[in-house]
Structures are given as structure tokens and as C-alpha cells.
């Protein structure tokens, strides 16, 4: 049978995942800090978990305004899990939940091999972290996901910012960029797909599909009924995943991307 040990179980996708599988898998919920190891280990005692999945972690905005602090959570928490879990006899698949930011921007879809570029604190910690998994630990799957969207995000997130917004009649500052967005009951799918599998890889997790900020946030101003106010700069980056490697290990798209999930 299958153990999984989580962490950051009321994060946005942590939540969704815990909510949606809770009753067919295994999970231990560990609700702690991630920098307490001495906790980490108590809780592991005797659990023999067969993988740990790491959904906690200081979110970007956060990131941004005390770099130390997420140094400590984002980065260094991470590196004394491995560490610690690499001394046990029987060592857990380990899941990574990373980011699109540690690309850098392309006019082509995005593949695991293309360039990083990670433009600030949060992204730059999520590679480095990367990198440590990758070269300390044998047995992980490093999930980089693109835009993640579903109901009750919080509003540091592009959905409900761009709703807040319109709703209040603010001014949107907004350019010509196009990103690939994916809801968050499909990043659920994508990790239990990854629990049965065991693949060892570092995987894409988007739509694939290319969606116009300027468009959703005219979507969306029609189903609220009211107009945006947008302030459009003439400026066009592009972040879109190639899902096929994903794909390759057998893992099926089951809803239907389309703005109306917005």
C-alpha cells in the first residue's frame, strides 16, 4: 500500500489535492513548519512512507519581500528533508511542486530542457532547490507547474486579482503576454498519476495551450458584466508548457481547458 506523507496541506493546491483523494489514498498530513526538522522526523517515525510530497513553501509575493525568510523556507528546509530522508533505509518517492518562473521566456513551447532564467526570489529558490534534489537524491519527481487556477485562490493569484479588480472598477495594467494556465483539480490528477506511476523526471505540468491575458480578462469582464479598465502596454512575452513528456508516460488530459473554467 501506498503512504504519502504531505506537506503544506492548506496550501491552494495542497488543499484541492487532500480534498479530493483523502478517502482513496493513504495520507499523513504533516501541519508543522518545514523548518522543523526535529518535528518532521517524530512525525515519520513509524509511518514507513512510500512517498512526500512538498507542497509547502512561502508563495512569491511573500518571497519578495523577506528574502531571507524564504531562503530559510523555500530552500534550505528542502535540502535537510533530503538529507534526512536519504539516511533512511527505506527512502520515499519524493515529490517537488516547482514553477514555469524558472524558465525563461519563449516564443516556442516550453520543454524541460529549455533554457531557466528565473526572474526573482521565489522562482531563483525553486531551481536551486531543484538542483539540489537532482543531485542528492535518487528516488523524485520535480513538477514545474504554469499558471494554476480554480475556486477560493487567494488574490495574490491572476484570476482573482483580475475579478477583484473589475468588480471594482480599478485600473488593470496589463501587456499583450500569453500564458498557459491549467486548473488545479488536474495538478491533483498529475500528482496522483506521478504517487501510481513512480516516475522519476522532472515533468511540465500545464494545459499546453496558449491563452491571451488581454482575452481572459475580457471573458471574464462579460461574465461579470461589467467593463474593464485596462491600461495596455505594448509589450509580449510568451510562457507555455509542451506537455508531451507527460504525455509520454501515459497521463490523459481529462477537462477541457476553455475560459468558461475561469
Known sequence: MKRICITGYNSFIGKNFYKKYKKSLKISLYKNNIKNLNEIKKFLKNKNITHFVNFAGLSRSKCDSNEIECSNTN?????KIINYLNNLDNKPHFI???TSHVYDYSKMKLKETSKTNPRNT???????????????????????LFNVYGANQSKSYFIPDIKEKIINGKIINIDKSVRDFIHVSEVSRV??????KNINETLNVGSG????????IKFLSKKLNRKPILKVKNKKTKL?????????YGFKTKINEKYINF
Not at 122 to 140: F, G, H, M, V
Not at 209 to 216: M, P, R, V
Open 191 to 196: 500528482i496522483k498519476f506521478i504517487i501510481n
Open 209 to 216: 495551450k496558449d491563452y491571451s491575458l488581454i482575452k481572459i
Open 240 to 248: 507555455v508548457a509542451d506537455i508531451s513528456l507527460l504525455k509520454s
Open 75 to 79: 530552500y534550505n528546509s528542502i535540502k
Open 122 to 144: 521565489y522562482a531563483k529558490l525553486k531551481l536551486k532547490s531543484e538542483n539540489y534534489i537532482k543531485r542528492n537524491y535518487k528516488n523524485y519527481t520535480i513538477l514545474r
Open 96 to 98: 517537488f511542486v516547482s
